[in-house]
């Protein structure tokens, strides 16, 4: 485990990564005895030093969802981030949303759904029924990704580890809401769906059941696993549940459509 002084040291490097827009080496790679454990702490680290700059908490992200990604990354569960206040971008139906690039370093595009709670979710031992219960309505989102670490070594090519990713906020750099406020008492989730068009171009099509089966089962996860840590959901925060989509690579001049049907479309574009 990772004493308090090199915690703070990679959290620093991280924060001055995002401002630089210049990226580290994997610290897995430095560190080779890193944990998820150490990496959740170089995130909260991280997240300190941004709130100590005025920043708040909007909610969470929940990251590696799918079973095909979880495989990949040689993990048995999802991992999660913090939303802040300035990660937040709102489209307005029917208009296209300016998102500058010049904030993110390599940014990824992925579709899924955020729960806006109406009520705590606290753990050990939180259902998914109680998720549905404390949650005041469902709506499409955009995460986008970004990587203050890189994702593949500069000099072996070798791809990043989850430490690195979990360290990275779990790679959470932006949330794009703006669609429909569904209710998740009368909106089956799991047939929820996207088509996400890049520059006019069909690049993904999804189902919200590729989220675990359940999209609400990822959110009980969270609030269970933010327990031992002593930290809890709270109403009014928004979750990303995770994406059933593959990333989307983007850049200044790309535009994307995200077509959710019925409850409605996401409009935005990198400048």
């Known amino acids: 485990m990772f004493d308090d002084p090199l915690i703070r040291q990679l959290a620093a490097e991280l924060h001055q990564s995002e401002k630089s827009r210049v990226q ?28 100590a700059e005025g920043r708040t908490v909007i909610g969470h992200k929940i990251g590696l969802t799918s079973r095909a990604m979880q495989q990949a990354s040689q993990i048995t569960e999802p991992d999660y981030g913090t939303l802040l206040d300035d990660m937040l971008f709102t489209c307005t139906p029917g208009q296209v949303l300016d998102i500058p690039a010049a904030r993110f370093i390599a940014p990824r595009v992925e579709v899924e759904l955020a729960f806006v709670l109406k ?5 050990p031992d939180v259902t998914v029924e109680q998720v549905l219960a404390a949650t005041e309505y469902v709506t499409p989102a955009i995460e986008i990704i970004d990587a203050r670490i890189e994702q593949f070594d500069r000099h072996s090519k070798q791809m990043r580890k989850v430490y690195d990713t979990i360290s990275d906020n779990a790679a959470n750099a932006g949330i794009v809401v703006g669609g429909v406020k569904a209710d998740p008492a009368t909106t089956h989730l799991p047939w929820c769906g996207a088509i996400l068009r890049q520059n006019g171009v069909v690049e993904e099509t999804g189902l919200a059941a590729g989220v675990q089966g359940h999209p609400a089962i990822g959110i009980a996860w969270l609030a269970n696993k933010l327990a031992p840590w002593g930290e809890s959901l709270q109403a009014g925060q928004i979750v990303l549940a995770g ?20 409850l409605g479309r996401l409009m935005f574009r990198f400048v």
């Not at 580290?24 to 702490?41: A, L, Q």
């Not at 790309?254 to 959710?260: C, G, L, S």
């Open 24 to 51: 580290v080496e994997h610290f897995s790679k430095r560190y080779p005895g890193m944990t998820i454990e150490d990496g959740y702490r170089i995130s909260r680290a991280w997240m300190d030093l941004k709130r």
């Open 119 to 123: 009520a705590p979710l606290k753990g």
């Open 243 to 262: 994406s059933f989509t593959r990333p989307v690579p983007a850049q200044a001049g790309d535009a994307f459509d995200a077509d959710y049907g019925a």
